[in-house]
């Protein structure tokens, strides 16, 4: 098959990675991390690509290398070719292998912070990390210079000082390393990064083999269970049960 993965720059050395490896003929787009602060564009820069690589007429199918991500890529619809997207809730799920994996760290610790090294590299907004359930720290700065902007430096102040109140339940920062049985990257400083941060918030620290199998079967059109299989026109609506999203 012909393939055509749209993927978050987050994702850049396990899509390329696992692209590389595909028995697959695969080509890759990706898309600023940034985009994840305004879900509307997200879902209007996705929808766009999806309608451009059907137009083609050369893939058998779109991948999209994302999460639930904020529901944006909720109301989606394949085009001319199937639209193939991972069960997952964000792309921690896709570092780390699969839902059940992902559930149970949420369980454990749902006040974790997730640090991974595409992100903080390729990353401009802050402190490069990645959290289930709550805005990042940088999401914070940017929310911050647009409060400034629309109401003063004082009550600018005063409103993140209430939103940031999250923090007091944050208690661990995780750096997922996916070297580990992997062969696709070294830590670098990234690891020193998360650990550091850790320190500053009074968190504490733990490294965490990751887990690409959802990226790699992802890419090698093994798309069984773990995967919404979307056909030309259907379209993605969210799940309250374990399959997470499926199609109307």
């Not at 056909?231 to 499926?246: K, L, R, Y």
């Amino acid at each position: 098959m012909r393939l055509k993965c749209v993927a978050c720059d987050v994702l850049a050395r396990p899509v390329y990675f696992s692209a590389a490896r595909s028995s697959q003929i695969v080509d890759v787009t990706l898309h600023r991390f940034g985009l994840h602060l305004t879900p509307g564009k997200l879902r209007e820069t996705l929808q766009t690509e999806i309608d451009s690589v059907g137009s083609a007429g050369i893939y058998d199918a779109v991948l999209l290398a994302y999460g639930l991500c904020g529901k944006a890529i909720e109301g989606l619809r394949a085009g001319v070719v199937p639209l193939v997207i991972p069960r997952a809730h964000d792309c921690i799920t896709l570092f780390l292998g699969g839902r059940t994996r992902y559930s149970h760290e949420f369980n454990d610790c749902p006040g974790t912070y997730w640090y991974v090294r595409d992100f903080i590299e390729r990353g401009d907004m802050g402190e490069g990390a990645l959290s289930i359930g709550a805005n990042t720290l940088s999401d914070s700065e940017t929310i911050y210079a647009e409060y400034v902007e629309k109401y003063g430096k004082d009550n600018a102040d005063y409103l993140l000082e209430v939103m940031d109140a999250w923090q007091a339940h944050y208690e661990r920062a995780v750096y997922i390393d996916l070297n580990t049985g992997s062969g696709v990257q070294a830590p670098g400083r990234a690891a020193e990064r998360a650990e550091a941060d850790a320190a500053k918030h009074g968190w504490r620290f733990e490294r965490m083999a990751g887990d690409l199998v959802l990226i790699k079967r992802l890419l090698e059109g093994d798309w069984a269970d773990d995967f919404l299989i979307l056909q030309p026109g259907e379209q993605v609506v969210m799940s309250d049960g374990d399959e997470i999203i499926t199609a109307k």
